[in-house]
């Protein structure tokens, strides 16, 4: 063999095996491009649940149409529709995002207490409910009635919240506190989250003083379950 024909054979031999991971990367899903369009429709639902937020600075639930949000928003209505079905999935959605929003200022807090669980329980009850008064949706909850829509998200137990949040602090608590039995992490997720929420509808003491209490009441069961500072 001369060496120009050797070099077409290495040459062809060149195409031939990159033809094959040609087509393979073809026939390949596309994840940017589902990562974009996630990104997107993320970016859509959070414009939509701050345009809800602003307009529930100024007037209650019960007052604020879909109309009004998407028009704040500056999409169509038929987008805002199309993403949530009704009015009332959209308030379904907006009250578990903003619930996600409030316990993961709570996982913030207890992280930095891990060693001390009365003092990381105060600190959670006192971030959740400084942010639940500055937050729009409490302010409209705490302004309307059982008719106004909103309230019963909150306060039933076959609403979202309840469950949702119960399920989430369990397990950021699990989490921090591992060795601590299931039934236990349960019980404490589950009574804090139903006074806290209890505390932020409908409060009558400053967010320090209601974290300190209840830190008072469930701090001796805690460091009993999980382990006194130093022990």
């Avoid at 039933?156 to 309840?162: D, E, I, K, S, Y």
């Avoid at 950021?172 to 806290?196: D, F």
């Amino acid at each position: 063999m001369t060496t120009r024909d050797a070099g077409l054979t290495g040459m062809a031999s060149m195409m031939l095996t990159r033809r094959p991971a040609a087509a393979s990367v073809g026939a390949m899903p596309k994840p940017r491009a589902r990562r974009f369009a996630d990104a997107a429709r993320e970016l859509l639902r959070d414009t939509l649940f701050d345009a809800a937020s602003e307009l529930l600075e100024q007037r209650s639930w019960s007052e604020t149409r879909m109309a009004d949000i998407a028009k704040v928003a500056g999409v169509s209505r038929q987008t805002l529709y199309k993403e949530f079905g009704s009015r009332q999935g959209f308030a379904q959605a907006y009250i578990l995002r903003e619930a996600e929003r409030f316990l993961a200022g709570v996982q913030e807090a207890v992280s930095r207490h891990a060693d001390d669980p009365r003092a990381a329980l105060a600190a959670a009850v006192e971030v959740f409910l400084t942010t639940a008064a500055e937050e729009p949706l409490i302010m409209a909850i705490v302004r309307g009635d059982a008719g106004d829509g909103l309230l019963p998200f909150v306060t039933n137990q076959a609403g979202p919240v309840l469950g949702f949040a119960t399920d989430r602090l369990g397990e950021i608590l699990g989490e921090i506190w591992p060795k601590t039995s299931e039934h236990s992490v349960h019980l404490i997720a589950e009574n804090m989250v139903r006074l806290a929420i209890s505390h932020a509808a409908s409060s009558t003491a400053p967010a320090s003083e209601v974290a300190e209490g209840m830190a008072e009441l469930f701090g001796p069961y805690l460091e009993k379950v999980v382990g006194a500072p130093g022990a």
